[in-house]
C-alpha cells in the first residue's frame, strides 16, 4: 500500500482564496490582526513572518508588535491591553514560546476573549469544551478541516492522539470527541505508545520528537496526521525540516498521511486567517461575548 499524500498546501491556498474574495470590497477597513512577539527566538520569528505574509495576501491588516525579551510581564499585559481597546484591531495573537520564566497563561489571559483569535484563553478552551461557538485553536481547527475536506470517516473510528498541549492535543481530542470519534490520548508518560498507536484508524502525531512514529507503530490502512515540526540535525538533509512521523516508512502502510513541510502547518496559518475574519465579522456585529 502506499499512502495518499494529503496535501495541506492546497487546501489552505483554496481557504486564502476565498478569503481574498471575501475581502476584496473591504480594502479601505479591513480586519487587523496584531500580531505579538516577545524576545528573538528565530523559529517563532520566522512563524510571525509567515503569518504577516498569509495576512498580506489575502487583504487582512497586520500589527506587528516587537517587544524585548527582557520585557516584563506588566509591559506584556500593558500591551495587550491597548491592543485590546484598539478598534482597527480585530485579533490578537501572542507568538509562543514566551521566553523562560514568563507567565503565558497569565499572558493569554489578558486577550479580550473576542480577539482571541488563537483561542487558547480560558474562555475560548471552556466553550470548546462545552460544545458552545468560540474560537478554535487553528491547528486542531486545521486538522479536523483536512479530515473533514479528505473525507476521513470520523463518527466511530478510534483516534489516538500522541501530544497532550493545550494548543494542539487537548483541543484536537476535544474536537475529535465532538465528531463522534472514540479518542485515546498519549503522553510521555503512556506506557507502550505503540500498543496504543497500533490501535488508531486515525493517529494525530503532536509531539515534536524528529520521526519518533514508524511504520510497526501504525495501524495498515490508518489515517496518519503529523503535527510536528522538527528541525533535522544531521546528514544530507541537516537544516530541513521533518514531522513527527518517518514518511518514508509510514507512507507504505498508511492509507492516507499528511507531509511536513506542506500538510497541518499551512492550514493552521489558513485558520488563523478565517478567525481573524470571523472576529471582524462578530465585532462589527456588535457580539462581545465570545
Ligand atoms: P508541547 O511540547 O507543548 O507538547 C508535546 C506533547 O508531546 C506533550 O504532551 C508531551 O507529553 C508529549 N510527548 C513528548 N515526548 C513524548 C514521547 N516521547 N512520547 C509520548 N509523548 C511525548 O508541543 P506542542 O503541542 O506545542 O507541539 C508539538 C509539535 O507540533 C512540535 O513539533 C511543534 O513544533 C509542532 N507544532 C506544529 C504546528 C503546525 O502548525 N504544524 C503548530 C503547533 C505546534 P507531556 O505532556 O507528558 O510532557
Redesign the pocket.
Known amino acids: 500500500m502506499t499512502a495518499e499524500i494529503m496535501n495541506g498546501s492546497g487546501l489552505a491556498a483554496k481557504l486564502r482564496e476565498d478569503l481574498r474574495t471575501e475581502l476584496a470590497p473591504f480594502q479601505a477597513s479591513p480586519p487587523g490582526l496584531a500580531v505579538v512577539l516577545v524576545g528573538a527566538d528565530p523559529a517563532s520569528a520566522v512563524y510571525v513572518k509567515h503569518k504577516i505574509r498569509a495576512c498580506e495576501e489575502v487583504g487582512i491588516r497586520s500589527i506587528h508588535v516587537s517587544l524585548p525579551a527582557t520585557a516584563t510581564q506588566e509591559q506584556i499585559a500593558a500591551e495587550i491591553r491597548r491592543l485590546n481597546a484598539a478598534r482597527d484591531v480585530h485579533g490578537i495573537l501572542v507568538q509562543?514560546p514566551l521566553p523562560s520564566g514568563m507567565d503565558t497563561l497569565a499572558a493569554l489571559a489578558e486577550i479580550d476573549p473576542v480577539k482571541d483569535v488563537d483561542g487558547f484563553g480560558a474562555l475560548n478552551q471552556g466553550r470548546l469544551v462545552s460544545g458552545l461557538p468560540g474560537f478554535r485553536p487553528?491547528?486542531p481547527a486545521?486538522v479536523m478541516h483536512m479530515l473533514q475536506a479528505g473525507n476521513v470517516p470520523l463518527a466511530g473510528a478510534h483516534a489516538v492522539v500522541?501530544?497532550?498541549?493545550?494548543?494542539?492535543?487537548k483541543p484536537l481530542a476535544t474536537l475529535l470527541l465532538a465528531a463522534d470519534a472514540s479518542v485515546t490520548v498519549?503522553?510521555?508518560?503512556?506506557a507502550d505508545?505503540g500498543a496504543l498507536t497500533r490501535l488508531a484508524d486515525i493517529l494525530v502525531v503532536?509531539?515534536?520528537?524528529a520521526r519518533?512514529i514508524t511504520a510497526d507503530m501504525v495501524k495498515p490502512g490508518a489515517t496518519v496526521i503529523d503535527?510536528?515540526?522538527?528541525r533535522v540535525q544531521q546528514g544530507a538533509l541537516a537544516g530541513s525540516l521533518c514531522g513527527?512521523v518517518d514518511f518514508e516508512s509510514v507512507r507504505r502502510v498508511a492509507a492516507r498521511l499528511t507531509p511536513?513541510p506542506g500538510?497541518?502547518?499551512p492550514?493552521?496559518?489558513a485558520m488563523l486567517l478565517r478567525n481573524t475574519v470571523d472576529a471582524w465579522h462578530r465585532q462589527a456585529r456588535g457580539a462581545h461575548r465570545g
Open positions: 509562543l487553528c491547528t486545521g500522541l501530544g497532550r498541549s493545550l494548543i494542539v492535543g498519549c503522553h510521555s508518560r503512556s505508545i503532536a509531539v515534536g520528537r519518533m503535527v510536528g515540526i522538527n513527527d511536513v500538510g497541518v502547518g492550514m493552521t496559518i
